[in-house]
């Protein structure tokens, strides 16, 4: 592992910055935020949605601290560019910064219902059991299967909202929580191959992480058009099938410019694109549910 000698407080900074991994965490936190702000439409509690959201925002930052910490050795073999095997951050001080988040998480929930902070042990439990060693195996995608619901509904359960289109969300979710796994595992793949790691996506390979990434969202999609034209879940099809729509638009757009075939430099951006398809379709059919 690289040692840095004597750091300069602009690279102690840029370390922590990076140790954060600031574009998933704030991708978190649009996310929490938006689904708090639908929960409490149109009687905003701003106190209680701002404790929701930094809470959730706690948590995530401690997730992704912890993740470079447990990391630190294979990193220093493989992603030497990290902040830990750089020395810009000492293993010590990542894990103490993640303990510490997990306390201010802790600090931000105990103003709101007790059942929000139950599912953000649940979530926070998921989590470091991904960093602890679940992330290398297949198991990864059912983590994130499991923990990925669990966010709009913290959210409405956090600002005091609970309704019955929550309990439809879930199976839902779960399978954009594997697209999500999936899309977030390629840009690696390679290299999680080439040290042992099992994770779905090494399992399935690029071929098939794309395909079954495809199948995932299509599935996704007509679960919500079966619900909504069933009548199982009503919702404002005016908001809905809009929005189902564009979801399949993104979709084309990830069948055309994305792909196997494609340079492993456009995985991450896919990664991106599916983060806002997602976030487009529960977002949109709970904007539904509630309109």
């Not at 998933?24 to 639908?38: C, E, M, Q, W």
């Not at 810009?88 to 306390?103: N, Q, Y």
């Not at 959210?155 to 999936?182: C, D, E, M, T």
């Not at 794309?210 to 599935?219: D, E, P």
């Amino acid at each position: 592992m690289e040692i840095v000698k004597k750091r300069r407080p602009g690279d102690v900074a840029r370390g922590f910055f990076q140790l954060c991994h600031p574009i998933p965490v704030l991708f978190h936190t649009i996310g929490v935020t938006v689904f708090a702000l639908l929960a409490a439409w149109p009687k905003f509690v701003w106190i209680t949605i701002v404790f929701v959201v930094a809470a959730h925002t706690a948590m995530q930052l401690s997730i992704s601290v912890l993740n470079d910490y447990c990391d630190r050795r294979l990193d220093a073999m493989s992603k030497r560019n990290k902040p830990i095997p750089q020395g810009l951050v000492t293993p010590r001080e990542a894990l103490v910064t993640g303990l510490l988040l997990v306390v201010l998480m802790l600090l931000f929930l105990l103003p709101l219902n007790p059942l929000a902070l139950l599912i953000s042990l649940l979530y926070l439990a998921l989590g470091q059991g991904y960093n602890l060693g679940l992330k290398s195996t297949p198991l990864s995608g059912v983590v994130f299967a499991l923990a990925i619901p669990l966010i709009p509904i913290y959210a409405f359960v956090g600002v005091g909202h609970i309704i019955s289109l929550l309990f439809w969300l879930f199976p839902f979710a779960a399978l954009l929580g594997i697209f999500l796994n999936l899309a977030n595992s390629l840009p690696d793949v390679e290299q999680d191959a080439m040290n042992g790691a099992r994770t779905l996506a090494v399992v399935l390979g690029i071929r098939g992480t794309f395909l079954t990434s495809r199948l995932l969202i299509s599935l996704a999609i007509a679960l919500i058009g079966i619900l909504t034209l069933t009548h199982l879940v009503v919702v404002n099809t005016w908001v809905v099938y809009p929005i189902l729509i564009v979801s399949i638009l993104a979709m084309v757009i990830m069948l055309l410019f994305f792909g196997p075939e494609k340079s492993i430099q456009t995985r991450k951006t896919y990664f991106y694109v599916v983060v806002l398809t997602c976030l487009l379709l529960v977002g949109g059919w709970i904007i539904g549910g509630i309109a």
